[in-house]
């Protein structure tokens, strides 16, 4: 029985820390799965509003997914001198 002991003696800090690391990593697992499921739900409601919002704008037809996204420092005016400029500020 001195030897079983002397075996369950050393295997027990690595059993402790193997029970350790599988808690926590389930419990990050689960925290990135809610925080996901948050994250859809708020894009989902963003999404609607921004729709809606664009709907009661503009009156017309309302595109979806990538398409409704902002486009940063592209000009969505006609050009006013009749030339393309590109979507640069005019220099008046």
């Not at 990593?25 to 499921?37: N, S, V």
């Not at 729709?51 to 996204?69: K, L, N």
Request: proline residues 4%; hydrophobic residues 40%.
């Amino acid at each position: 029985m001195n030897v079983m002991g002397e075996i369950l003696a050393g295997l027990l800090p690595s059993i402790g820390i193997g029970y350790l690391f599988y808690k926590i990593m389930r419990l990050l697992l689960e925290g990135d799965r809610q925080e996901r499921a948050a994250y859809a739900q708020w894009q989902a409601e963003h999404d609607a509003e921004r729709a809606g919002r664009a709907a009661t704008t503009t009156g017309t037809h309302i595109r979806s997914g990538a398409d409704s996204a902002p486009t940063a420092g592209i000009s969505t005016r006609a050009p006013q001198s009749g030339v393309d400029n590109g979507g640069a500020i005019p220099r008046d």
